[in-house]
C-alpha cells in the first residue's frame, strides 16, 4: 500500500514539474516580440533620373550701338520674328549728316593743299595734316554709317525691346534677340553617373505648358567639371524647335535613362525611419538564430508599393513588415503568419 502511495505521489510531482516547465516555456515564447515577415526578391530595374531645368535659347544677342545715339525709330516688336541681317533698329543720322558735310569741306582743303604742295607752295608737312584729317573723318563716316542702322546678327525671336523711338542709348540694349531653334537646357547630374551619361544620348522631355505630351532632346555637351559643393557636373540637353513651341523661360523635366540595373525590392511596411534623421533602415530575419538585425539602407525609386534598394539587403533575405515597434539589434523573435 506504502509502494502505490509513493509511485502517485511521484507522478504528481513530475506532472506538476512539466507543467511548470511547460507554463516557464509559454512564458518565455510570450516574452518575445511577434513579427510578421516576407522574403525580398531582387529584379532588373530601369535606372531613370528626372531633372528639372528651365528652358534657354540656344544663342542670345544684345543689340547695341558703339556710341550713344539718339534712337530715331525701332522696326521691331517683342515676339517678332526676325531673319539675319533683317535691319531693326534706326538710330538718329543727323550726326552722320554733319559729318559728311565736314568731309566735304576738308576734301576742298585737301585739294588745296595738295595742288600748292605740287608746285612748291605747301610743306609736306601742311599736305600730310591735311590727308591726314581727311582719312580719320572718312573712317569715322564709316563707323556712324554702319551704327546708325542696326542690323538682326542671327535668325530668331524678339525678347527685350527697352527703349521707346526718341530715346537716347545709355548702355542698356536696344533690344535682345534669341535663337529658339534648337533651344536647349541645363541640368546637374550627380556625380555618380558621370561615367554613364554621354554626347548624343536621347533624352524625354516634358514640360508643364503641354501636359502629357513629349518631346525630344539630344545631349550636346558634357562639361568635365564637377562642383565641390553640390557633386554634380552640368549638362547641356539641346531641342530641336521647328515649330517654336518651346518657348525660353518654359518648367522642363528631362528624364535620362540609364539602362537597367539588378537591385532588390523591398515593401513599404519594412522601412523604419530613424528618430532625429533622413536615414533609412530595416530588420533583417536570420533563420538560424531566429534574431534580427537593424540594418540600415539606401533607398533607390519608389515603385508601387515597394522600394529599390541599393545596400543593406540582400537578394533572398527575410525582412520584417509587421511587429518593429518591440525590436533591438539582435533580438531574438517569434515569427506568426
Do not use: W
Not at 92 to 121: C, M, P
Amino acid at each position: 500500500m506504502k509502494k502505490y502511495l509513493f509511485l502517485a505521489a511521484a507522478a504528481l510531482v513530475m506532472t506538476s514539474c512539466g507543467n511548470k516547465n511547460k507554463e516557464a516555456e509559454t512564458a518565455v515564447a510570450d516574452e518575445l516580440p511577434q513579427v510578421k515577415i516576407a522574403q525580398v526578391k531582387s529584379d532588373m530595374l530601369p535606372q531613370t533620373e528626372v531633372y528639372t531645368a528651365i528652358v534657354e535659347s540656344d544663342v542670345k544677342n544684345n543689340i547695341s550701338p558703339n556710341i550713344a545715339y539718339r534712337i530715331e525709330k525701332i522696326l521691331v516688336e517683342v515676339g517678332d520674328q526676325v531673319r539675319k541681317g533683317q535691319p531693326v533698329v534706326q538710330l538718329d543720322a543727323s550726326s552722320l549728316r554733319q559729318l559728311k558735310l565736314q568731309i566735304e569741306n576738308q576734301k576742298v582743303e585737301f585739294n588745296r593743299t595738295r595742288q600748292l604742295y605740287e608746285i612748291g607752295g605747301a610743306s609736306k608737312a601742311e599736305y600730310d595734316n591735311a590727308k591726314m584729317q581727311l582719312d580719320v573723318m572718312e573712317t569715322q563716316l564709316k563707323q556712324m554709317a554702319e551704327n546708325t542702322q542696326l542690323y538682326a546678327p542671327i535668325s530668331g525671336v524678339v525678347t527685350a525691346r527697352n527703349y521707346d523711338n526718341g530715346d537716347m542709348y545709355n548702355g542698356t540694349p536696344i533690344l535682345t534677340i534669341e535663337q529658339t531653334n534648337p533651344v536647349k537646357l541645363l541640368i546637374n547630374v550627380s556625380e555618380v553617373r558621370y561615367k554613364d551619361i554621354k554626347k548624343g544620348m536621347d533624352i524625354d522631355i516634358e514640360l508643364d505648358a503641354y501636359t502629357g505630351e513629349h518631346f525630344n532632346g539630344k545631349v550636346t555637351i558634357v562639361y568635365p567639371n564637377v562642383d565641390k559643393s553640390t557633386h554634380t557636373f552640368p549638362v547641356e540637353v539641346t531641342i530641336n524647335n521647328p515649330a517654336q513651341k518651346v518657348r525660353p523661360g518654359m518648367f522642363a523635366r528631362a528624364t535620362v535613362n540609364f539602362g537597367s540595373e539588378k537591385h532588390v525590392l523591398v515593401p513599404d511596411e519594412a522601412l523604419v525611419k530613424q528618430i532625429g534623421a533622413g536615414d533609412r533602415y530595416v530588420y533583417v530575419y536570420n533563420q538560424n538564430t531566429q534574431t534580427v538585425s537593424y540594418n540600415k539602407v539606401e533607398l533607390g525609386k519608389h515603385i508601387g508599393k515597394t522600394y529599390e534598394i541599393f545596400s543593406g539587403v540582400e537578394d533572398g533575405n527575410y525582412v520584417v513588415v509587421a511587429g518593429q515597434s518591440r525590436l533591438t539589434n539582435g533580438r531574438k523573435v517569434q515569427v506568426v503568419k
